[in-house]
């Protein structure tokens, strides 16, 4: 915890760890991580006083971010370790990186849009993090000049997983992704890219924005 913290804060950190227990999470490894990263930090001042409640909040250019409880089963289902090169599509408000920062050796995330990749780059310096990389760019097609990756997780739901990422990721590397059409109920996958073929396992039900090709030519 931060020496910073108020008795309050640090009450409020210790129930929010606990609750991602009760809901569920046993990964030591991730719950440190979680509870290493200042959740309100990525939060819009105004919903402040929601940043450690398990609910999704909304954060600029129509997104959203992930209720705790789903950001911590998603990066459960990576298995990372300390040596792994993670890609993250859909940086959002960097919050998820964050966390995967503090389980992998380096994390790349790729956003459509530039002002959210902005903010999560700058949110990334306050906290010191210099294992996470933030860019500007085509999250379907993911991150070529800085393939091949151990781990890739998706941030926003498509139909199927898009080629160009299974190509980008190592033969035992795993990509959990929702999966289904947008604005209905999505599944939440884990694939593993095996040299004999693919292991795929539904994990639960989930509810995601759309995975968009491109970058915006605004915001």
């Known amino acids: 915890m931060s020496t910073g913290e108020s008795e309050g ?29 200042p959740r309100p930090l990525f939060v819009d001042p ?15 250019c129509g997104q959203t971010m ?15 370790t300390a040596d792994h090169t993670v890609l993250e599509v859909g940086t959002g408000s960097g919050y998820h990186a964050a966390v995967l920062s503090h389980l992998a050796a380096r994390v790349v995330t790729v956003d459509r849009y530039r002002s959210l ?26 991150m070529p000049a800085r393939a091949p990756f151990d781990r890739i997780l ?31 109920i999505q599944t939440l996958v884990r694939y593993v890219k095996e040299q004999s073929g693919r292991t795929r396992t539904e994990l639960m039900k989930v509810r995601f924005v759309p995975l968009i090709p491109g970058a915006a030519a605004t915001l």
């Open 9 to 37: 804060e640090q009450a409020e950190r210790m129930a929010f760890i606990l609750g991602l227990r009760q809901r569920g999470i046993r990964d030591v490894g991730v719950l440190r991580a979680m509870e290493l990263v």
């Open 154 to 184: 998706v941030t926003a739901a498509a139909p199927d997983i898009p080629f160009a990422l299974i190509d980008q990721l190592k033969f035992g590397g795993v990509i959990v992704m929702p999966l289904g059409a947008p604005e209905e």
């Open 117 to 142: 990749v902005a903010e999560a780059q700058a949110r990334f310096e306050v906290l010191g993090l210099r294992n996470v990389t933030a860019y500007v760019g085509d999250g379907t097609q993911g």
């Open 46 to 60: 105004a919903l402040r006083r929601h940043a450690y409640d398990d609910v999704a909040l909304p954060i600029a």
């Open 66 to 80: 992930s209720q705790p409880s789903l950001v911590a089963a998603m990066t459960e289902a990576l298995s990372l």
